[in-house]
């Protein structure tokens, strides 16, 4: 059965650092490129980061870019999102999700029906 579990959230100060894991089971994540969202209650989930298969290249959305860092560790099948420098807005659940080899990107966005698969999701919540 696929499946992706994302962990690691919790409750931070502004400025403070976390680090989510999402880890698949029942396949394997080397050749799909895996996407973190985030989304707050009432709004559209967004795409902040991705990380494609083959070369790794990533994808960051302005919001995050220079604080976040998103790897992968295909031998523990893992994939991580370092946020550091957390702001209060940066307050949502977070969800990893994986597609086909490369990170689907319009409009310097990411292509939030290209993803196949999704976890349950992780609160992340940042106090001021």
């Known amino acids: 059965q696929v499946q992706l579990g994302e962990s690691g959230g919790g409750l931070v100060q502004a400025g403070g650092s976390l680090r989510l894991s999402c880890a698949a089971s029942?396949?394997?994540?080397?050749?799909?490129?895996i996407g973190w969202f985030r989304q707050v209650p009432g709004k559209e989930r967004v795409g902040i980061a991705c990380i494609s298969s083959r070369d790794a290249s990533t994808f960051y959305s302005n919001s995050v870019k220079g604080r976040f860092t998103v790897s992968r560790d295909n031998a523990k099948n893992t994939v991580y999102l370092q946020m550091n420098s957390l702001e209060p807005d940066d307050t949502a659940v977070y969800y990893c999700?994986?597609?086909?080899?490369?990170?689907?990107?319009?409009?310097?966005?990411?292509?939030?029906?290209?993803?196949?698969?999704w976890g349950q999701g992780t609160q992340v919540t940042v106090s001021s």
């Open positions: 999700a994986v597609e086909r080899l490369s990170c689907t990107v319009e409009h310097d966005s990411l292509v939030f029906y290209a993803f196949d698969y």
């Open positions: 029942g396949f394997s994540l080397d050749d799909y490129a």
